[in-house]
């Protein structure tokens, strides 16, 4: 898919929406205000006191008119030339694990260990298996497929020319394209951000993508994931429906995605547009599993029942909770908590799992459809994603990915951002001696210190869950809508007034919320409501 970045990657900066047709030439045309951190985000413009200050209001080149040629190194290029410099450290940091010959735990010792290429062999490619067919795969297919098409070709070249290293060729085959992926992804967000352009950089520049880009095949789904959200921008339901379902078929949470679309379409009344693309997503991820399901059932079922036999895994909810437990019983006999318990009766954790992220996504839904103005879609897909591994009993290490072009869209703030990736850092420093210390059979680091960066990891992106809230509820906090007038990442529903429905279930919340006046009196104090309905008041545009 091609992907044409901000203002044609050229320097020029265009108007999304052109001036009035009847402007007299040469009568300036009022545009949307673009963004520069240093002075719009008070992080950057703490830092940026180190060389200056601010970018000057009267700096050359400053809100520079559409159809006037600029520099080279326009922002949308710097941040795709960040991308491309951190992919790079990442393959420099995988380094030490590219020939396999893992020896005395290097891939711990080093930091280097990648599922890319340990799986090369654990999934039997290197024997010439086919995925599925010849051996179950604990992936979804599209994963699987990706596997077998680049896996089959250099074990047939490796067959002839012994002297190759097939792990290594597969692994830097992989990395090319995935990072490729990541590239393109960036790409998108830049065009889906043309004036907030610096966003992007925090993608490009975060130390979890450095650290986790390549551990294994998540940059799928994240590609897949914006394009489908770029085409659904372009008002193209049906090409993001399929992308989305190709994304979905990789790993699942880009359908995820679907349920923002339906309750926003809902709310703003688009019912075609919704049906079109959830009825595409759904179509695309039963056509890409057919073949699969029918002849090779017993390897297209692995994933399914990897996923619920798997224990609670180290890092989440469940992880921190049972090892609570344990320093709570202290060892007693015969004492056992309500964690510990579920870890030994995995199918009752499987579905307090589902529940809990079920009731999440209705709370998300209802916020959706009470907040005072229409939320943004990258917005509730942040949450909805974040539920999930908030409560799932698996979170590995890179998984963090998924959270990243969402946040990036969502809340573009590098404050609670970098916090965020701190403790994502120190959880992938934990998490690899525990992996060390599992290895080696001797404590690299105490159990408690490990709980700790993961209840930090967890602990941050909760925080990013409550300002994501907090900015839905009071609008007005909302950095991308001074930018732009409704939701750049909405579509359809972009600019769209609410469905009749909603002022009257929102009316009907705040009747059942406020206290109502004794009889004969009057209302002193003011209740909040104001004569007119929020949802029905023009955008603010700052």
Avoid at 199 to 228: C, H, K, R, Y
Avoid at 265 to 284: D, K, M
Avoid at 504 to 517: A, Y
Wanted: hydrophobic share 50%; aromatic share 12%.
């Amino acid at each position: 898919m091609s992907v044409q970045p901000p203002n044609g990657i050229d320097g020029v900066e265009r108007a999304e929406q052109p001036g009035p047709a009847t402007a007299a030439e040469g009568e300036a045309v009022e545009r949307p205000p673009v963004d520069h951190p240093s002075r719009a985000d008070r992080f950057v413009r703490g830092l940026s006191e180190a060389i200056g200050g601010p970018l000057g209001r009267h700096a050359a080149g400053q809100d520079r008119p559409a159809g006037r040629p600029g520099r080279f190194w326009t922002a949308a290029r710097i941040v795709l030339a960040l991308i491309c410099l951190s992919l790079a450290a990442h393959w420099v940091q995988k380094s030490p694990c590219m020939d396999g010959a893992w020896q005395d735990n290097i891939q711990y010792t080093r930091f280097c260990y990648t599922d890319v290429l340990a799986l090369y062999y654990a999934e039997g490619l290197n024997e010439g298996k086919v995925p599925y067919l010849d051996h179950p795969v604990e992936y979804p297919v599209v994963t699987g497929y990706f596997m077998g098409a680049i896996g089959l070709p250099v074990h047939a070249l490796g067959t002839d020319r012994p002297e190759l290293n097939q792990a290594m060729w597969f692994y830097n085959a992989n990395a090319l394209v995935l990072c490729a992926l990541g590239v393109a992804a960036v790409a998108a967000i830049l065009a889906l951000r043309r004036r907030r352009p610096w966003d992007a950089a925090m993608f490009a520049l975060a130390p979890a993508l450095v650290l986790t880009a390549t551990v294994n095949w998540d940059m799928l789904p994240i590609g897949f994931a914006m394009f489908g959200l770029f085409a659904w921008v372009r008002q193209r339901p049906l090409l993001a429906g399929v992308l989305l379902g190709i994304g979905g078929a990789a790993k699942m949470w880009p359908l995820f995605l679907l349920g923002p679309i339906l309750v926003l379409g809902l709310r703003s009344g688009r019912i075609r547009a919704i049906v079109t693309a959830i009825v595409a997503a759904v179509g695309t991820v039963v056509a890409v599993n057919l073949p699969v399901y029918l002849f090779a059932h017993d390897g297209w079922r692995r994933f399914f029942e990897l996923n619920s036999e798997r224990p609670i895994d180290w890092g989440t909810l469940w992880y921190i909770g049972r090892y609570l437990d344990g320093k709570w019983a202290g060892g007693a006999s015969g004492s056992q908590g309500p964690f510990q318990w579920l870890g030994d009766n995995i199918p009752t954790l499987n579905t307090l799992s589902y529940v809990l992220f079920g009731l999440a996504c209705l709370g998300v839904g209802a916020l959706a459809v009470l907040a005072p103005r229409r939320p943004r879609l990258a917005a509730l897909a942040f949450l909805v994603v974040a539920a999930f591994l908030i409560f799932s009993k698996v979170w590995s290490q890179q998984f963090t990915l998924w959270l990243l072009p969402l946040i990036v869209l969502a809340r573009p703030r590098w404050g609670a951002f970098l916090a965020w990736q701190a403790a994502e850092v120190g959880y992938f420093l934990a998490f690899y001696g525990q992996l060390l210390g599992t290895a080696t059979g001797s404590q690299i680091i105490p159990d408690g210190v490990f709980v700790l960066a993961a209840t930090l990891r967890l602990g941050t992106v909760v925080a990013l869950c409550v300002f994501v809230i907090r900015d839905i509820l009071h609008p007005e906090r909302d950095v991308v809508r001074r930018n732009y007038s409704d939701d750049p990442d909405g579509g359809v529903f972009d600019g769209a007034p609410d469905a009749g429905w909603v002022p009257k279930v929102r009316r009907w919340f705040n009747d059942q919320r406020e206290p109502r006046p004794a009889a004969g009196g009057s209302q002193s104090v003011d209740d909040g409501v104001a004569d007119v309905d929020p949802v029905d008041a023009e955008p603010v545009n700052r």
